[in-house]
């Protein structure tokens, strides 16, 4: 079962610009997370903001979480080539299991 | 550093035999699970493990089982391998749920990518 939705299914951008990506959920969480996945790879975990949180940033990622409208949006400030990956939201409605999107392709051209 | 790793990066097997994915994590962590990964569908979580022995079934348990007999250590295993499981199969690991804080974030493993024919 999916929670969350990741919306563009795909992001084109050149080197330098902004990335924002956003995520939309269904039942009530305790924490929404961002995960990071190179291609062929595992996923790397980003970030996770609680749900009593509205924004949250690390480095040039910034997360933002709204409960009542059940959605979230990471952004990536002056991105660059390396930050080619595709990018997943999860959400917690279940205790200790995750359930994630089906993410965002981003792709940065340099 | 946490690390989890997953016996093989890519393996091939016939329709029908019997296939071990394995999985290691160093960190203590309580929970471990196993996903599956398709275009567009996102992972899809087969099982969970939130102690040693102990399991759960996740979205998509048919046709496959699991073994946990050491903390660090938990086997995924096709019974009657079919092409249907072709597919990107990925472990994590995380430690236990925190109320209020919710679930912990999970460490990956570097993903099998497996092919029946």
Redesign the interface.
């Known amino acids: 079962?999916?929670q969350g939705e990741e919306d563009p299914q795909a992001l084109s951008i050149q080197e330098g610009e902004n990335a924002t990506m956003n995520c939309s959920y269904k039942t009530s969480?305790?924490?929404l997370?961002w995960y990071r996945q190179n291609s062929?790879?595992?996923?790397?975990?980003l970030i996770?903001i609680?749900?009593n949180e509205r924004e949250k940033h690390s480095g040039r990622l910034r997360v933002t979480l709204d409960t009542s409208k059940k959605s979230s949006s990471l952004l990536i400030t002056a991105s660059r080539a390396a930050d080619t990956a595709s990018y997943?939201c999860?959400t917690?409605p279940y205790?200790?299991?995750?359930?994630?999107?089906?993410?965002t392709i981003l792709r940065v051209k340099s | 550093d946490v690390k989890?790793t997953q016996s093989s990066r890519y393996l091939v097997k016939r329709t029908g035999e019997k296939v071990f994915l394995e999985c290691v994590q160093d960190m203590d962590h309580e929970?471990m699970?196993w996903?599956r990964q398709d275009p567009?569908?996102?992972?899809r979580?087969i099982y969970?493990s939130?102690d040693v022995k102990m399991k759960e079934k996740?979205?998509i348990p048919e046709g496959y089982s699991v073994s946990r007999e050491k903390k660090e250590r938990f086997s995924l295993i096709l019974e009657s391998a079919s092409t249907n499981q072709t597919s990107?199969y990925?472990c994590?690991s995380?430690f236990?749920?925190n109320?209020?804080?919710?679930?912990y974030?999970?460490?990956?493993?570097?993903?099998t990518?497996l092919t029946v024919t």
């Open positions: 079962s999916q969480i305790n924490n997370q062929g790879r595992g996923l790397v975990h996770l609680r749900s997943f999860a917690d205790g200790n299991k995750l359930v994630f999107g089906a993410g | 989890v929970n699970f996903y567009g569908l996102g992972l979580l969970f939130y996740g979205d990107m990925l994590a995380s236990s749920y109320s209020p804080g919710g679930a974030e999970q460490y990956f493993g570097p993903g990518r």
